[in-house]
């Protein structure tokens, strides 16, 4: 399967009304051409390093200790697939695997637990209309908790941002409105990898885009659900183009 970039936005709920907002949302995209072509899940677990090898994270010299993270992420796109992000203070590391990784699970419990009600999933309807595929999901966590709506956009005629911006901003904003930010994504903008301080790579706006950045991407919109009981109106991979203006909401 080719590469294609993919883009998240939080649609805002304020008033959680979930169920009508999701529909607001189909019928204005049904308006574009869009045909309903199946439905799909993204869930992510979180894992806590335990105390007990918390020595193994001290930062020498400052008496503190680095909180990491095992994310663990599966995508009904990529359904033999298992993402495992190992996040520490200003690092990422992400992993692709079969799912034969989460039958390592188990033996990793003496290094990380789960914390209970911490696991959240985006389900929903998915769509296709022309080179677009565009999925409309509510975000809830494991305790049956709804967090709000979150809209994934692939465009499949590219891989390289930089190269169809434009269209992409435009298209989400045909049917999103003025919840797509008019500047670029900090996603987007930051270094893919740093080899040396005097020579950062170019930024992931110049970089042909892959399965692992769009489940990177929903981790950062998984945490922003958890982390805030208010909804962000911006996305993590917003539809933006320096210089420009967002649309009005449509109606």
Request: net charge neutral; with cysteine; hydrophobic share 35%.
């Amino acid at each position: 399967m080719p590469f294609a970039i993919t883009q998240l936005q939080t649609f805002p709920d304020a008033f959680r009304y979930g169920y009508k907002e999701v529909e607001k949302l189909h019928t204005r995209i049904a308006h574009l051409g869009a045909q309903p072509n199946g439905v799909f899940q993204v869930d992510c677990d979180t894992y806590y390093m335990n105390q007990q090898n918390s020595q193994f994270n001290d930062i020498p010299g400052s008496g503190s200790t680095v909180n990491k993270k095992l994310h663990i992420l599966h995508n009904t796109e990529t359904p033999a697939s298992t993402y495992a992000i190992i996040e520490s203070p200003g690092k990422q590391v992400t992993l692709c695997a079969d799912l034969m990784f989460d039958l390592l699970l188990p033996r990793l419990s003496h290094m990380y637990t789960a914390k209970k009600n911490l696991k959240v999933e985006t389900k929903g309807t998915r769509f296709t209309v022309s080179d677009f595929i565009v999925k409309i999901g509510s975000v809830s966590m494991s305790s049956g908790q709804y967090k709000g709506i979150l809209v994934e956009v692939e465009y499949l005629a590219c891989s390289v941002p930089a190269l169809c911006w434009p269209i992409l901003r435009e298209f989400l904003q045909s049917f999103m409105g003025f919840c797509v930010s008019s500047q670029p994504p900090p996603y987007l903008q930051v270094p893919a990898l740093v080899l040396h301080s005097l020579f950062p790579c170019e930024a992931r706006f110049q970089q042909v885009q892959g399965p692992q950045d769009t489940m990177q991407q929903y981790l950062e919109k998984f945490n922003e659900f958890r982390e805030s009981s208010a909804y962000p109106v911006t996305g993590s991979l917003s539809a933006s183009q320096p210089g420009t203006t967002s649309t009005s909401t449509p109606s």
